[in-house]
């Protein structure tokens, strides 16, 4: 039941972004954002959809918001693969962009996307004018400065620190690299049903953590081939992660706790939020 | 009295940005931001303020909307200035961001400024809800994949192309390049106005192409020490430039009919344009 949701939600996502993208000719840059936005698991735009769905918003509007942070994540996927980030060459079983076409390209296709991701949620048909600069300013704030890109920033230097982090600096890169950017779709749904965003904010740090968690988890344990991108790149490095710093069963016990903390955040809404206590147990279950 | 006025203006921008990129704190990126801003013309944000005061709106109001299109061009240099784009060590006289800090931190603060820029727009102080998402809405529009972005790949493809451009090719190019991005500006005036933008478009996409002619010249003319920057670059990559498809006198000319074009269209406004039609004059005599 719920990989058919997740499966749905998938198509109406891609066929979004095609549709959407489809007016922007056919450019090399226009041509890159097509490549760079194919594939992926969708499960920002998924928590968007779901969490929308909670209030009853309109999957035809609440795709507005769930396009905006997929266009979001291509961008980060984008610039972090460059050869001065971290300097990869497979992402989602393919060519990375600047791989397939070339560094200048891959620079102006994540810029393009992430002006992109604010054109959605400027659109008339994403929700009241009131609604659209809030969901503006909420992105903005999620992926600027003080939020994901920080993360980038924390990220990089972390690899050339005299000593690894602790466990609260991990904790606190990591909810600035991929935390505010999957507690941003869950706000979105409460943002658009007009409703208390508290207990959505609650599941969603609980589940970024846990996504991260299980990451670092496949790091280690996972298959290359599967997950679509190159492995087992942290500790080579010598980068502190929840794994390094809490060991596999500790990892693996931290994740389970923290999908329990979820699932007990979605109780106001009842049987409506099955999905979204599914997609937390996913999180961690994941193999790619 | 026009330099007096752009003397002010530029103040209140440089002001304006340190405040809020104050609160960004003091990291790399946060720092490499405040960098990027620093110094130039102002010539969009005092388009802003120009045009948003025909129809008496509050500067304190208008300057977020000269403030974001300042933080949108300053992105756009930062990510122009890199390696793989036109690999330019020099900015304003300063080293560029990743020269100054690396090509890494350059992405980033890219990045973090085009986010900053519509954060900006999405202040409450910026305007009502319909203001602020028709401000989102337009600069995405200006700058994205069928604006800014695309005036740029078209750029760098025209560098390899097989042939020099045409003028109509030059002009498309350029209008993308760089005039979406002017004309946006006098457009947030009359967002903020509530007024018919029609003069004021007309008026900015002169001095819009003015201000290309102007630079050709400059390329051509000028002196590096003054401009901040190198010159005498698109002669030395065989590019069709305003100046090598009509000549120096004949782009002198084709300018000075654009600036008389341009003072005409602001003839609704009366003596109120005055500061709009000193810089029409101002950009093509301008040594930098």
Chains 1, 2 share one sequence.
């Not at 972390?158 to 706000?187: D, F």
């Amino acid at each position: 039941m719920f990989t058919a949701a997740l499966d749905t939600a998938q198509r109406a996502i891609s066929d979004f972004l095609e549709q959407e993208l489809a007016r922007l000719g056919d450019d090399r840059v226009a041509a890159g954002m097509r490549y760079a936005t194919n594939g992926g698991k969708r499960l920002r735009g998924f928590l968007a959809l779901e969490s929308a769905s909670l209030f009853d918003v309109p999957p035809a509007q609440a795709l507005f918001a769930a396009g905006a942070v997929e266009c979001l994540h291509a961008y980060s996927l984008v610039h972090d693969d460059l050869p001065c980030m971290d300097d990869d060459d497979l992402r989602r079983g393919q060519p990375t962009v600047h791989v397939k076409w070339d560094e200048a390209t891959a620079v102006l296709v994540g810029d393009a996307l992430q002006t992109f991701a604010f054109e959605c949620l400027a659109d008339p048909r994403a929700g009241s004018a009131d609604q659209r600069i809030d969901l503006v300013a909420t992105l903005a704030r999620a992926s600027g400065a003080q939020g994901m890109v920080l993360g980038q920033a924390q990220d990089i230097a972390a690899e050339t620190a005299a000593t690894p982090l602790t466990l609260p600096q991990v904790q606190e890169l990591q909810r600035n690299k991929t935390g505010h950017l999957i507690e941003w779709p869950a706000l979105a749904g409460a943002i658009l049903g007009g409703a208390d965003p508290t207990p959505l904010r609650q599941y969603a740090r609980a589940i970024g953590v846990a996504f991260q968690i299980a990451d670092d988890i496949l790091d280690v344990t996972g298959d290359a081939a599967t997950a679509g991108k190159a492995l087992q790149k942290d500790a080579a490095a010598g980068k502190a992660t929840f794994v390094s710093l809490l060991g596999l069963d500790g990892a693996r016990a931290e994740a389970q706790a923290l999908v329990d903390t979820a699932e007990a955040a979605l109780a106001p809404y009842g049987n409506k939020a099955h999905n979204l206590a599914a997609l937390a147990r996913y999180i961690i279950a994941r193999d790619k």
